[in-house]
């Protein structure tokens, strides 16, 4: 994986702006550790940060080719999981490479079919193309979204970047925020509307988009989305499918000249990933799966179980290392570094996030960088398989909203009078709400349960997923740590998306049939173990330290955050500890603890960024 950035101008002379484009390019050092490289002509400018996973030696970029006198370059941050088909496919037509890596299938493929060529690619990516020939950028980003790509078009200059902060380190940019950016952050953060950049001109390309900037603008269009249709296959070929589909992309995924481990937490999702890397090893001889979880300080002592965390992970993650024979890595956090975290979680992402959901990861990422550079995690299983309890719960369904955010209410009692009337969070989390509804591929004749169920999916797979993908993404890339994510191959979730919600609850059980794809690869205890989301902290002096460090905040008069939140009405949650909110605040892990820690990061993000409301 990599950074990305690059600047186009056809009213200049950006070769005289090597500067500036090397200050873009350093801020995605942690993305990419290994190697740091420019290109620059006199319209557009392109940077890049490499993080060496395929052919270490070879594979520098910007990457150039010239043919027929064009010349092309590309900057890519990403992995092609089908380079080898590719490649033989193109040396058929002729081409000729010199690498083993990917970047040259990907540029190589971009001359011979142009633009349409990221219809072929099975990856995860964003990447830009520069054509001499057609003095014309070309960006694209992957289908589900899981490598990010920033943008901004300020009439005849256009941006990007793989992250805000290189953007930002145009020396013409400022980090504003509207209206619009405050709404986004205070009614549906730590979400995102897709597409949208949060500062002011920002935009991110949206997932299975592509993007050309050229003499005459900038044209965004979309080349891939979810079409519904009848399934056909019956219950067996259902499941025997999946795990076909779900094997094949894991041994993709294995491939890497640099050491590759297994996030594990004795969850139905990361054991069925294990248990097919632990296979591949097995197949080719390349020794044992090493694996790696987190959990916290005393977490044993405090844990309670709940609706949302019914049990605790460790038994079963002991249980899945021993039944496979991996090299299991348990990794501890105590409160101090988990509060200290935030901060640099902020830093990461750019923005406020998932405070303490964001930071573990931070740091469980830093801890496994020392070991390996390329890990497998099981995130958007549940999203594409119907895992949540809001897929299960009437309340949920019948909510008419989104099914993560119940207390929008709740969360504009928290904001001062003047934000909530210039924001209106009700108001624009509805409007919001419908424009993802307007967008769902309808199935004709489907009865309004299954329309409904339809509907929750696509809100998961376009709204809710991403939030959970830009988190691993920013988390993980921070520390220059790889993270591939199986379940968001597409050839998967176009295939389960279209099974029948009766089939996806086989045995009446939640991804009931991703349980029956994964008989007799998995113990039944573990084959049936009941949801649990990502571990958190349930240490009291957790909830302490954030809730003291938010009063800290608020206590100070000059704090910009005064002027955001209400902050009387802050200080009597903290004080009479009903900061455990009768609805998690976001999504299943985000409650009390959690929203304090948060008001945190906003502050540490409004003065590190300098941010400008406007």
Known sequence: MCGITGWVEYDADLTREMAVL???????????????GEWLTQACALGHRRLSVIDPENGAQPMERKVGGHTYVLVYNGELYNANELRQELEGRGWEFRTHCDTEVLLIAFIEWGRPCVERFNGIFAFAVWSSKEQALFLARDRLGVKPLFFMAQGGRFLFGSEPKAILAHRDVHAEVDSQGLAELFAIGPARTPGHGVYKGMEELKPGHAAVFDRGGLNVYKYWTLVSAPHTDDAAATAAKVREL??????RQLVSDVPVCALLSGGLDSSALTSFAADYYNEQGRGVVHTYSVDYVDNDKYFKANAFQPNADAPWIRKMADHLGTTHHWIQFDTPELVESLKAAVTARDFPGMADVDGSLLLFCREIKKDATVAISGEAADEIF???PWFHRKESLEADIFPWALSVKAREELLSPQLADWIKPEKYVRERYEQALDEVPRLAGEDAAQARIREMS?????????TLLDRKDRMSMAVGLEVRVPFCDHRLVEYVWNIPWEMKMAGGREKGVLREAMRGWL?????FRKKSPYPKTHNPGYDRAVKNWALEILNDTSTPLGELVHVERIRELAADGAGQFQLPWFGQLMTGPQFF?????????????KVSIV
């Open 22 to 36: 090397e200050r873009m390019t350093e801020t995605l050092a942690p993305r990419g550790p290994d190697a740091s």
């Open 246 to 251: 779900l094997h094949d992309t894991v041994q």
């Open 523 to 527: 113990p039944d205890e573990v084959l």
């Open 597 to 609: 820690a948060w008001l945190g990061q906003v502050y540490v993000w409004l003065k590190q960024y």
């Open 386 to 388: 119907g895992g949540y």
């Open 458 to 466: 696509w809100l998961n797979i376009t709204r809710f997923m991403p």
